[in-house]
């Protein structure tokens, strides 16, 4: 198996990415344990292999159609559903909702994954493999993901005791994600 085929679907660069995807997935597991820290590690690690992965494959010519699909996948997973899962598990776990509060935060980070997903859909369809723009149209859902971070902060640290302002916090990430903010890429 050579690493640094680009047809190879476990290149190095892909390799990358699925470890990626291996940390989103385990952050969601220690979220149900109200393993917050650590999930929150596992995320942070899987954002430095998301900036890994795209250097890599550009390094060392990996990169492919299936590479940019892996990526937006692993993506929707660690900085969509992952840091909205942990959000919602925090604000029950340091909040007292009631259930019209609980079924509006639901509703709101439905709407939340809907975005993401449809940001990273409209980012492939307008990126070649391997290419590079200065800008990101619209915030890219690592920094949504960062956003929503900084609101489980404020949240855990008894700073945001309200769900409807959670609520509307995530709905504004929302829509910065499909927004016409320009954004420069790393």
């Not at 291996?22 to 690690?45: D, R, S, T």
């Not at 619209?138 to 700073?159: D, F, H, N, R």
Request: include cysteine; hydrophobic fraction near 55%; proline fraction near 3%.
């Amino acid at each position: 198996m050579n690493l640094f085929d680009k047809h190879n679907r476990f290149n190095l660069a892909n390799l990358i990415t699925f470890g990626n995807i291996a940390c989103g997935v385990a952050a969601m597991y220690l979220i149900q344990q109200n393993n917050f820290l650590v999930a929150i590690i596992l995320a942070w690690i899987a954002g430095a292999l998301d900036i890994a992965d795209g250097k890599v494959a550009r390094k060392y010519n990996l990169s492919t159609e299936f590479g940019i699909q892996l990526d937006s996948f692993a993506d929707f997973l660690s900085f969509v559903v992952m840091p909205a899962f942990l959000l919602f598990y925090a604000v029950k776990h340091y909040m007292v909702l009631d259930t019209v509060e609980e079924i509006v935060l639901g509703v709101v980070f439905v709407w939340y994954i809907i975005s993401g997903l449809r940001r990273l859909v409209e980012f492939n369809l307008k990126v070649d493999a391997g290419e590079v723009s200065k800008y990101f149209e619209g915030v890219p859902t690592p920094l949504g993901a960062i956003l929503l971070w900084l609101v489980y902060l404020l949240t855990a640290y008894g700073m945001l005791t309200s769900g409807y302002v959670i609520a509307g916090l995530v709905l504004l990430v929302a829509w910065s994600l499909n927004s016409t903010l320009r954004i420069p890429h790393p």
